[in-house]
């Protein structure tokens, strides 16, 4: 089943059956029957809506352009705006749990919230590139990437160590260590060593690949341009 014409950037399941999907001009799709139907939800906005990422069965987040930040406490039912103090396209998120969420975006944006968005801080990171992907394999260790530089953190988020190297368009870290990255012309980097270091990977594919997720250590898949999946199982 599809949600029309429109462009849909982000898809998040709670669990097997209920899930989420957000797009251009501030749509909202809602599943509860693992995605054979989805139903419009009300976003009252038009921003797109770049990432959608939940803390628990009831509280969930959503991040977009012009510091667009939405959140509900209903299951995904009705959305509420909160203000981000900022005006940058944010471009991803990660919840933590009910009160605990971190967005990034354009400009070196990062900002982070402890009591469920009442509050928004935004956190020097001492650049201003542009962040395209954020993963955080647990609560302590955080990884975020630009089109070059990577960045790490060991505390939550709260103070952030720049590395050279590791850019590209997704980033996934499967432990706090070992992270993979997806990037132009089919590039696939991985590193060992927490985002100090990323050697290429063969990832057998020609197509910018814009988008990465691990099932579990040995098995992810990376997909982009022209139809591209490439899968690794090791």
Not at 16 to 26: E, I, L, P, Y
Not at 30 to 54: C, D, H, M, P
Request: aromatic share 12%; proline share 1%; hydrophobic share 30%.
């Amino acid at each position: 089943t599809t949600g029309g014409r429109y462009n849909y950037n982000s898809v998040f399941f709670i669990n097997a059956s209920t899930g989420f999907s957000v797009g251009d001009d501030g749509k909202i799709l809602k599943t509860t029957n693992a995605g054979f139907n989805w139903i419009e939800k009300q976003s009252n906005t038009v921003q797109r809506l770049n990432e959608v990422y939940f803390g628990d069965d009831n509280v969930g987040f959503i991040c977009g352009d012009t510091g667009t930040i939405l959140r509900t406490t209903d299951g995904g039912e009705n959305w509420s705006s909160q203000n981000s103090t900022v005006n940058f396209n944010l471009t991803d998120l990660h919840t933590f749990n009910s009160s605990k969420c971190i967005m990034i975006g354009k400009g070196g944006t990062v900002l982070k919230t402890e009591d469920g968005g009442a509050k928004w801080n935004l956190i020097n990171i001492g650049v201003n590139f542009d962040l395209n992907a954020l993963s955080f394999p647990d609560d302590n260790n955080g990884f975020m990437i630009t089109d070059l530089p990577s960045f790490r953190t060991t505390n939550g988020g709260d103070n952030w160590v720049m590395f050279p190297s590791g850019g590209g368009t997704d980033v996934i870290f499967t432990d706090s260590l070992t992270g993979y990255s997806t990037g132009g012309s089919g590039s696939i980097a991985k590193s060992t060593n927490g985002s100090q270091n990323w050697f290429l990977q063969n990832g057998n594919v020609t197509g910018n690949l814009y988008s990465i997720y691990f099932l579990d250590k040995n098995n992810g898949f990376a997909v982009g341009d022209g139809g591209s999946i490439t899968r690794t199982t090791n």
